[in-house]
T-cell receptor
Framework: DTGVSQDPRHKITKRGQNVTFRCDPI?????LYWYRQTLGQGPEFLTY????????KSRLLSDRFSAERPKGSFSTLEIQRTEQGDSAMYLC???????????FGSGTRLTVV | GIQVEQSPPDLILQEGANSTLRCNFS?????LQWFHQNPWGQLINLFY???GTKQNGRLSATTVATERYSLLYISSSQTTDSGVYFC?????????????FGTGTLLAVQP
């Protein structure tokens, strides 16, 4: 069990560019979550996968955002045409099933300049 | 949607002191978790505690679901306890195990 891995740890991008983040959950966890956290706030839910199915998306996830989890393993979160307001920490978490706690990754800090 | 309020917002302790952090939530919940976010941003799960009491070393937590609150106790605090403590809940009847986070308690433990 190597925990939840996220890559990259930091990303600086120019406004208007596309970025993609990767999350590798704990291998036996079939539930995967993406959250976004801005300074001074708690994490906010973005989207949820159970295996490869994306079962819920927040209204925070505009059409510039897309997430995938092919084959129910790793997941990617892509942001197209980044805006300065997208600057935040993007967190991934996984859990094995209902009734268990989350394990979070270290996050990807995005800065849009 | 469900509201999650944490108190106090900020807390400064001397090393060795005890503290109690509170989490109030506005509706019934399936799931309640406490997390510690260290100064480097890593969120660590402390407790999964939808009801009852649990203890883990110097930390313990109690959730009274019928009264819609949870408490996190830190005893003999250490400088490594510094960071932000979050309470997060899943609304009762929710299908996805999605957690709603409170705004956190910022704890600073001074040597």
């Amino acid at each position: 069990d190597t925990g939840v891995s996220q890559d990259p740890r930091h990303k600086i991008t120019k406004r208007g560019q596309n970025v993609t983040f990767r999350c590798d959950p704990i291998s036996e966890h079939n539930r995967l979550y993406w959250y976004r956290q801005t300074l001074g706030q708690g994490p906010e839910f973005l989207t949820y996968f159970q295996n490869e199915a994306q079962l819920e998306k927040s209204r925070l996830l505009s059409d510039r955002f897309s997430a995938e989890r092919p084959k129910g393993s790793f997941s990617t979160l892509e942001i197209q045409r980044t805006e300065q307001g997208d600057s935040a920490m993007y967190l991934c978490a996984s859990s094995p099933r209902r009734g268990y706690g989350y394990t979070f990754g270290s996050g990807t800090r995005l800065t849009v300049v | 949607g469900i509201q999650v309020e944490q108190s106090p917002p900020d807390l400064i302790l001397q090393e060795g002191a005890n503290s109690t952090l509170r989490c109030n939530f506005s509706d019934s919940v399936n799931n309640l978790q406490w997390f510690h976010q260290n100064p480097w941003g890593q969120l660590i799960n402390l407790f999964y505690i939808p009801s009852g009491t649990k203890q883990n070393g110097r930390l313990s937590a109690t959730t009274v679901a019928t009264e819609r609150y949870s408490l996190l106790y830190i005893s003999s605090s250490q400088t490594t306890d510094s960071g932000v403590y979050f309470c997060a809940v899943e609304e009762y009847g929710g299908a996805t195990n999605k957690l709603i986070f409170g705004t956190g308690t910022l704890l600073a433990v001074q040597p």
